[in-house]
């Protein structure tokens, strides 16, 4: 999620404070490219949304020219060289899973970035891939992920109204699905990792039903404070910063 809209402030923030190797995985060419110029190990990219999609670009290497028939769910075709998803994780003692997709219908579900694309498959993908030198995955959940809220009927008038209105179509039961996958490859045989599973309030606004006050906008608002909670049981706004923050901070 290296190029999403909070991947690319937790990519921002590990390649400035230089404390670690940092190697890129992403969906977008271009913001990828950018993101690399920053210093990165290696950047690829790829949609790994697809039940057992492995095959990842690396866009600075420019031996080959590829298309979608390769794999990596890149629609034009584009310079690079393919890199297997468990090569790309070799050697990583750390792993943010910071990838999201809207809340609501979108452009980007027709493509491949629905939610069970994003938060079922690919994590398993990725936990499934991780070799035995991971020390701790960070997962990025959602507010709301772990409540009782039915898809078939009506919600309840309660605090849980709003989680409702967002997993109308599955978003946060796929998150809470993702958290499952996270948890099940951390115990089983080849895991022995730690994990930590944050949950951000997830922005409806961006790319749903009432249109989308801009990325830029919401990078922008200021908050007086930050409450860190465990479980699922509050609700509140979070900044994409105080997220990519959090996120960061839980790699250790």
Excluded at 28 to 45: F, H, K, M
Excluded at 160 to 165: A, D, E, Q, T, Y
Aim: charged share 25%; net charge neutral.
């Amino acid at each position: 999620g290296a190029t999403g809209r909070i991947g690319r402030v937790v990519s921002e923030k590990l390649l400035k404070e230089g404390k670690y190797k940092v190697r890129l995985i992403g969906s977008d060419l271009e913001t990828a490219e950018a993101l690399g110029s920053l210093g990165a190990e290696s950047v690829l990219v790829g949609r790994l949304g697809q039940p057992g999609a492995s095959a990842l670009l690396d866009v600075r290497r420019k031996g080959v020219v590829v298309d979608r028939k390769m794999g990596t769910g890149i629609a034009m075709e584009t310079p690079g060289e393919i890199v297997p998803l468990q090569q790309a994780l070799a050697g990583a003692h750390g792993v943010i899973m910071c990838a999201s997709t809207s809340m609501f219908p979108s452009r980007r579900w027709v493509f491949g970035e629905s939610p069970t694309d994003v938060d079922v498959f690919q994590t398993r993908n990725v936990v499934g891939a991780l070799g035995g030198e991971t020390r701790r995955v960070v997962y990025m959940s959602a507010m709301g992920a772990t409540r009782e809220l039915p898809v078939l009927s009506l919600p309840k008038l309660d605090e849980n109204l709003l989680f409702w209105v967002l997993n109308r179509f599955g978003a946060l039961s796929a998150k809470r699905e993702g958290e499952a996958a996270v948890r099940a490859a951390a115990s089983a045989p080849g895991g022995g990792w730690d994990y930590a599973v944050v949950r951000p309030k997830l922005h409806c606004y961006e790319a749903g039903p009432f249109g989308s006050p801009g990325r830029d906008l919401l990078r922008r608002l200021e908050y007086t404070g930050v409450s860190l909670v465990p479980g699922d049981l509050v609700d509140g706004e979070t900044s994409d910063l105080d997220a990519a923050e959090a996120l960061v901070q839980c790699l250790g």
